[in-house]
């Protein structure tokens, strides 16, 4: 199985600072046929289902504000908020969708500080 | 506008059987692939099952192979995870999840429509 890992466990950032959050993956998860990696991210709101923010490691879901943006390639993937909002507290998942069985991160918690 | 409902979940006993259902609309439901994600309280995401558009590719995480059974009916818009032998580390609440790949290959991509879940608690 694909292990999937993520850093920090939680972090606090100002508004309307950056907000970075690691995720690596034991295996690569770029696929030669189509060149692309198969990573994605996901929110999840308290009491609320979680929410497809990136998808293919760095395209943006329709309807996601452009201050979320997805990077990466191989093995490690980084979800950056670029100017943090009070809504965008949450906890935030990357996912592989390379291979079953599709593996979770554990999450990054992200607070206001 | 895509909506997913679950229903089925309640409490059981250790041993016993649980189905769950998800209703599918607003969106060509035979033309995708579906899954079930669970998350224990306090937890984090765990999949558990997907089935591709058909019904010919189906894939379980180690966990449940063997104790849970996906299925789908098109014609009814409907998804189900038939659930046997249940544990008490099985208790979470279940969603049904949409996957966003339409067509074969690649028969599974992200998740992009997710429901609001329906609970099971497994308990003596």
């Known amino acids: 199985d694909i292990v999937m890992t993520q850093s920090p466990d939680s972090l606090a950032v100002s508004l309307g600072e950056r907000a970075t959050i690691s995720c690596k993956s034991s295996?690569?998860?770029?696929?030669?046929?189509?060149?692309?990696?198969?990573l994605a991210w996901y929110q999840q709101k308290p009491r609320q289902p979680p929410k497809l923010l990136i998808y293919?490691?760095?395209t943006r879901e329709s309807g996601v504000p452009d201050r979320f943006g997805g990077s990466g390639s191989g093995t490690d993937f980084t979800l950056t908020i670029s100017s943090l909002q009070a809504e965008d507290v949450a906890v935030y998942y990357c996912q592989q969708y390379y291979n079953p069985p599709f593996t979770f991160g554990p999450g990054t918690k992200v607070d206001i500080k | 506008e895509v909506h997913l409902v679950e229903s089925g979940g309640g409490w059981v006993q250790p041993g016993r059987s649980l189905r769950l259902s998800c209703a599918a609309s607003?969106?060509?439901?035979?033309?995708?692939?579906m899954h079930w994600v669970r998350q224990a309280p306090g937890e984090g995401l765990e999949w558990v099952a997907g089935?591709?558009?058909?019904?010919?590719?189906?894939r379980y995480a180690a966990s449940v192979k063997g104790r849970f059974t996906i299925s789908r009916e098109n014609a009814k818009n409907s998804l189900y995870l038939q659930m046997n032998s249940l544990r008490v580390e099985d208790m979470a609440l279940y969603y049904c999840?949409?996957?966003?790949?339409?067509?074969?290959?690649?028969?599974?991509?992200?998740?992009?429509?997710w429901g609001q879940g329906t609970m099971v608690t497994v308990s003596s």
């Open positions: 295996q690569s998860l770029l696929h030669t046929s189509n060149n692309k990696s198969y």
């Open positions: 293919w490691a760095s």
């Open positions: 089935t591709s558009w058909n019904g010919g590719l189906i």
């Open positions: 607003g969106f060509t439901f035979d033309g995708y692939a």
């Open positions: 999840v949409k996957d966003k790949g339409a067509g074969s290959y690649p028969a599974f991509e992200a998740f992009d429509v």
